[in-house]
T-cell receptor
Framework: DTAVSQTPKYLVTQMGNDKSIKCEQN?????MYWYKQDSKKFLKIMFS???????INETVPNRFSPKSPDKAHLNLHINSLELGDSAVYFC??????????????FGPGTRLTVL | DAKTTQPPSMDCAEGRAANLPCNHS???????VYWYRQIHSQGPQYIIH???NNETNEMASLIITEDRKSSTLILPHATLRDTAVYYC?????????????FGGGTRLMVKP
């Protein structure tokens, strides 16, 4: 069974559109994350979400918003897509937020291409 | 956060030990050293972490110098499947510490 899954795997869309990427984890973890990996392969944290507490990386535009219907899901909504949003987006989860037992499990990634 | 410095690339012969260095000379006393790797087209994978003692698990060993200013990840018998980018990350173990910051990493190429 896949621990952290994302859909879709590939997403191609036009500039200005609104899109969502879904993430689900079956590990029973309390904390979920979204990361962005750009064309230069640098991986940057976007959000951390734990028990309805959202921690946002201040560099993330407010066009990006995570939504969590329940503890096992953290979806990423992106409004008014721009060319610079093209990247691979990774979802991850961990057992907790604090403490040393914060090994993160990553999903397979969603490659977003904005035309 | 303590900045980490890693060589951009390394080669290793299959079956040999791969020793990946990481410098973190500004590390604080409450910061842990984490290692992750990313195999091509996959999500990052946790390998190991430590504070000051050497650590070993089924994947690798982590050697941290006594002054904690550097560490080495050791893959004892590298295989072709270990070809990946390896990231050394230094973070405190608190709420903000879960927000991992990945640098450029070391691209390890294991060759037959």
């Amino acid at each position: 069974d896949t621990a952290v899954s994302q859909t879709p795997k590939y997403l191609v869309t036009q500039m200005g559109n609104d899109k969502s990427i879904k993430c689900e984890q079956n590990l029973g973890h309390d904390t979920m994350y979204w990361y962005k990996q750009d064309s230069k392969k640098f991986l940057k944290i976007m959000f951390s979400y734990n028990n309805k507490e959202l921690i946002i990386n201040e560099t993330v535009p407010n066009r990006f918003s995570p939504k969590s219907p329940d503890k096992a899901h953290l979806n990423l909504h992106i409004n008014s897509l721009e060319l610079g949003d093209s990247a691979v987006y990774f979802c991850a989860s961990s057992r907790g937020l604090a403490g040393i037992y914060n090994e993160q499990f990553f999903g397979p990634g969603t490659r977003l291409t904005v035309l | 956060d303590a900045k980490t410095t890693q060589p951009p690339s390394m080669d290793c012969a299959e079956g040999r030990a791969a020793n990946l260095p990481c410098n973190h000379s500004t590390i604080s006393g409450n910061e842990y050293v984490y290692w992750y790797r990313q195999i091509h087209s996959q999500g990052p994978q946790y390998i190991i972490h430590g504070l000051k003692n050497n650590e070993t698990n089924e994947m690798a060993s982590l050697i941290i110098t006594e002054d904690r200013k550097s560490s080495t990840l050791i893959l004892p018998h590298a295989t072709l499947r270990d070809t990946a980018v390896y990231y050394c990350i230094v973070r405190v173990a608190d709420n903000a510490g879960n927000m991992l910051t990945f640098g450029g990493g070391t691209r390890l190429m294991v060759k037959p």
